[in-house]
């Protein structure tokens, strides 16, 4: 595993290396990011450190539910020396491996007029012949603000299916280590054409193919995102032309994302109906994963589900807690007042029960691994591990 850990972070720095190489970066004039200098907070972003150079700005941020690092250049390119320094003050600041850059462009650039009706001329999907797994690999802003909180979602997929000959896409999302899902989308094949109608403002959004791996979405306002088949690795030239028709649209607030996102297109599915009889009986704690501090991570070694017909009562043999089945999938509990917690299963159910818990509105999650004998195989511990990676939680306890 360590190794393949080691050959896995080459491989984004490879990738990183040839993005950089290949899109060179315009210089700007003043400010490189629009954040003041010092410790601040805003919009739960806290501006925890920074560092210049000449001509570089290293600037650490921390958030509710991690720490990233940025770095951004005021020459149009930088050597391998800085991307190597960058890389290692990276690891010890315990990035996730986003890399966040600002850029400029003139507006008498010769680029722009070129680039800018190339949107227009590409050809929608063909829904069909696009059907499974996108990833986001890129996002574009025109707003350092709304940059920087797409940042802290730290995964992205779109599933294009068919079924009974209709065609149905659908969106994932992990923020704040809740998976959030929009499935309530209208499709118009001949358009390339989706509408969201379970967002508040309906959004629309127009979705171009790239080539035969990548493809782009346009939603209403100023930002892009290109997503990219899930298991293709590498695909360079399709950021490179993203990065480059982005700039010149002037959504020059570029977001790449951790290849590691490919990985989370396999993350473990939950339960489409919840088989109360199956998660009956005494479990026993093998892991736990949380996005709370150590110290503050407090959960039984064991805990039983009783079910009587649909009610089901959870105990440590400390607390008894009455809960109730919602969306038929999953359930939900008060801990203390009116602070609901929702615990959701995902599959297979059978000697372990993986198990998200969370109280969204205080954004404290957890991910919890029960086996009845209190130890899991091998396999099951590192599945619980990239999917606690995935979620951005750490790994609290593991029991070997």
């Known amino acids: 595993m360590q190794l393949y850990k080691w050959k896995y972070l080459k491989l984004e720095n490879l990738i990183l ?3 950089l190489a290949t899109f060179h970066l315009r210089p700007l004039d003043s400010t490189l990011l629009e954040l003041k200098f ?57 990035t996730k491996y986003n890399y966040f850059i600002p850029r400029s462009i003139s507006e008498d650039d010769d680029g722009v007029e070129a680039c800018a009706n190339q949107l227009e001329k590409k050809v ?17 802003h025109k707003e350092t603000t709304t940059a920087l909180r797409d940042a802290l979602s730290s995964y992205g997929e779109t599933e294009i299916t068919v079924v009974n000959d209709k065609v149905q896409l659908s969106h994932t999302s992990i923020y704040d280590g809740t998976i959030n899902t929009l499935d309530d ?7 390339g054409r989706i ?13 171009h ?7 782009l979405f346009s939603p209403e306002g100023p930002l892009l995102f290109l997503n990219c088949r899930a298991n293709q690795f590498s695909p360079i030239g399709e950021i490179s032309q993203f990065l480059k028709y982005a700039t010149c649209r002037n959504f020059n607030k570029i977001l790449i994302r951790q290849p590691a996102s490919f990985l989370c297109s396999e993350m473990p599915a939950e339960v489409p109906t919840l088989d109360l009889e199956k998660i009956a009986g005494t479990w026993k704690l093998a892991a736990i994963a949380s996005n709370s501090p150590e110290s503050a991570v407090v959960f039984p070694n064991e805990m039983q589900f009783t079910v009587d017909n649909e009610e089901v009562t959870l105990t440590d043999g400390i607390w008894t807690k009455k809960a109730v089945k919602v969306e038929n999938r999953r359930l939900q509990y008060s801990k203390s007042g009116d602070s609901g917690v929702e615990m959701r299963f995902h599959e297979p159910l059978g000697e372990t029960l993986l198990t998200w818990i969370g109280n969204i509105k205080e954004k404290n999650i957890s991910l919890v691994l029960f086996s009845k004998s209190g130890h899991a195989r091998p396999d099951e511990l590192t599945r619980f591990k990239h999917f606690a990676a995935c979620l951005s939680i750490r790994v609290v306890f593991l029991k070997e």
């Not at 929608?124 to 574009?140: D, Q, T, Y």
């Open 38 to 94: 010092g410790k601040s907070v805003e919009d739960g972003i806290a501006v925890m450190s920074f560092k210049t150079e000449d001509g570089l700005l290293l600037l650490g941020v921390r958030s509710t539910t991690g720490r990233a690092l940025y770095l951004a250049s005021k020459n149009p390119t930088v050597s391998p020396y800085v991307i190597k320094k960058f890389e290692a003050q990276a690891l010890c600041f315990e």
């Open 185 to 191: 989308i209208e499709v118009e094949e001949s358009t």
């Open 17 to 19: 290396r040839n993005i």
């Open 195 to 207: 509408i969201y109608k379970d967002t508040p403002a309906t959004t629309t959004a127009t979705i």
């Open 209 to 215: 193919s790239v080539s035969a791996n990548c493809i």
């Open 124 to 140: 929608p999907i063909n829904f069909r012949e696009s059907v499974g797994k996108w990833i986001l690999m890129v996002s574009a």
